[in-house]
């Protein structure tokens, strides 16, 4: 996620040519020790071209490099590329790779890794879910080892961004079958971390880079314990098992506010670029008549959802953008709480209670059906169950909340919760669920066609919903294909027009983001882009470290 943080911070200038005082007990940057992260979920695969989730994506991030990269602030900048040239039309992009780049195998990055990692992604047996960006590109070229070209056939708003997708080692993967590569596994990257272990279930463990171009990193080992309930990570986290984490809500405010955990570790606080919604299987017949998915809409109370799961941390989402993102519509508001008008809407799709359904019942038989609120459409009766993955508690509870909510009209709610890889693999991978709670990350450029347009809907793409309008995909097109803002804009309005009338997800809350790290790490800064963005450039000073690593 690449988070964006509302509070400034204030530089302070010192006279004359000394260096900036150091904090208490921080005696400057040095090299050693280990972070250890928790994770409530475990990688999937370390291809990222095969990977989909959060876990799998921040290991790839740390071993992995693409040509382009977003810094503190939000903007583009050079990675593997040191720089780039785009012609006056804006159709052609040339990238000057960095020299002296090498892959962890000792092996020369050069600029027919890029062609590979191209044609990977355009090659229809490639099962990924992001190679739509690349197959807008009409002519791919090698200039030399260090110099690679695009041209697109007309503008692309996404091209420029698109290509801070990781670069994959041709010398590794080149005539092989990417879904059986022990990369997978492996990897094998350009990044300032080096794989070496993974234990499945357990832990994933990185080393630093020593010949990273922009500089070894100061903590030698990165480890990402994997904890699937947030309560244990939590414990870990206070017993020293953990460095970092994210916290719930429950636990930055009522848990946290203590001198003692102040002293051992640095709370955050920014809004995030993810949300959190109620997705609904659209070749579900129960979910194919609008009105039925807008009276969801109108019977779930999203500041319910907020103050009691959220405790006030986060605000509503009302579409796939977040407040202050340059796209988010400000004139499309969630659906009002509004039982009554959700029952109307039921009604109006067939939905009713048993006893107004049937004729001849004898008084008594129907005043005890009167007792049951359920509603039936052509003797069956309206119910369906919610899937969330395991460990997530403000998932569950949401579910919970949604599940009290709907009975209130009528519905009957299940809630089932899922390991991790069993609920991506073996039921939104293949489509096996009725209705989910996930979260997705928003992106920088609003790009939604990889989630949202009618042709990504086979098995292992995004769009597993089954969504389909039209219009929508009319509308992604021209977002896509225009570099006027304006213009891009009023097709993403409209969009967000249209998905509150159609209600693919009940979108329900855009979280505040919550990391806490070990006080003992220093380097920290918070930006727009959250914390992460400079971990290369981390450090526990040499008498603070924990563990005593060689570098």
């Keep these: 996620m690449r988070p964006l943080l509302f509070a400034l911070l204030a530089l302070v200038l010192i006279p004359g040519p000394f260096p900036p005082a150091l904090a208490a007990g921080d005696d400057g940057p040095a090299y ?23 876990a799998s994506s921040s290991i790839n991030g740390l071993v992995y490099n693409g040509l382009v990269k977003l810094d503190k602030n939000l903007r583009l900048v050079g990675d593997l590329a040191e720089g780039w040239d785009i012609s006056e039309d804006g159709l052609t992009i040339t990238f000057h790779l960095r020299q002296g780049v090498t892959w962890h195998d000792g092996q020369p990055l050069t600029a027919r890794d890029v062609m590979f990692t191209y044609r990977l992604m355009i090659d229809p047996a490639t099962p990924t879910a992001y190679g739509e960006d690349f197959k807008q590109v009409k ?5 030399d080892d260090h110099t690679f070209r695009v041209t697109y056939p007309r503008p692309f708003a996404p091209a ?4 801070g997708f990781p670069v994959m080692p041709a ?3 080149e005539g092989k079958d990417i879904t059986t590569s022990e ?14 272990e993974w234990q499945t279930g357990q832990q994933i463990v990185l080393e630093s880079n020593p010949g990273y171009f922009e500089g070894r990193p100061y903590i030698t080992r990165h480890v990402t314990r994997v904890i699937p309930d947030m309560a244990t990570m939590f414990l870990e986290l206070k017993s020293g098992g953990i460095d970092s984490m ?16 102040g002293k051992q570790f640095r709370k955050y606080k920014y809004l995030a670029f993810s949300y959190t919604y109620l997705g609904f299987n659209l070749m579900d017949p129960k979910f194919k008549d609008q009105r039925v998915r807008q009276a969801m809409a109108y019977a779930i109370n999203k500041d319910e959802i907020i103050e009691g799961v959220l405790l006030g941390l986060g605000q509503p989402a009302n579409g796939p953008f977040k407040p202050g993102h340059w796209a988010y519509n400000e004139k499309v508001t969630s ?13 109006e799709a067939g939905w009713k209670p048993r006893a107004t359904e049937e004729e001849g019942c004898f008084f008594s038989a129907c005043d005890r059906r009167k007792e049951d609120v359920t509603l039936y459409k052509e003797g069956q009766p309206f119910e369906f169950t919610i899937i969330t993955n395991q460990g997530n508690k403000q998932r569950e509870m949401c579910a919970l909340i949604i599940q009290q909510r709907l009975k209130d009209i009528g519905i009957r709610i299940k809630v089932q919760t899922i390991e991790w890889a069993a609920f991506l693999k073996e039921f939104i991978d293949k489509r096996n669920f009725e209705a989910c709670i996930l979260g997705w990350t928003i992106p920088l450029d609003p790009d939604l066609f990889d989630v949202w347009h009618s042709s990504k809907t086979r098995p292992g793409e995004l769009n597993f919903i089954s969504y389909k309008n039209e219009e929508v995909d009319r509308l992604i097109d021209e977002s896509r294909y225009t570099f006027d803002q304006a213009k891009r804009k009023a097709a993403l309005d409209r969009i967000q027009e249209i998905f ?14 919550l990391p806490v790290v070990a006080s003992r790490f220093k380097g920290i800064e918070p930006a727009p882009a959250g914390i992460d963005y400079n971990f290369i450039k981390w450090y526990a000073p040499e008498s603070l470290q924990k563990y005593h690593l060689t570098p």
Excluded: M, N
């Design 500 to 513: 509150k009338e159609d209600v693919p997800y009940v979108f329900l809350y855009v979280p505040d983001a």
């Design 160 to 163: 420029l961004i698109s290509w």
């Design 183 to 196: 990369l997978a596994r492996r990897p094998v990257g350009t990044g300032p971390y080096i794989f070496k």
């Design 246 to 261: 994210g916290l719930t809500p429950l636990q930055y405010l009522r848990q946290t506010d203590t001198p003692e955990f």
């Design 335 to 347: 659906h009002v709480f509004d039982p009554d008008r959700a029952r109307k809407l039921l009604a």
């Design 139 to 143: 002519k791919a070229e090698v200039v």
């Design 32 to 54: 050693g020790d280990a972070i250890i992260v928790g994770s409530i979920g475990d990688a999937s695969t370390l291809i990222p071209a095969l990977s989909a989730d959060t």
């Design 171 to 173: 010398h590794l993967l």
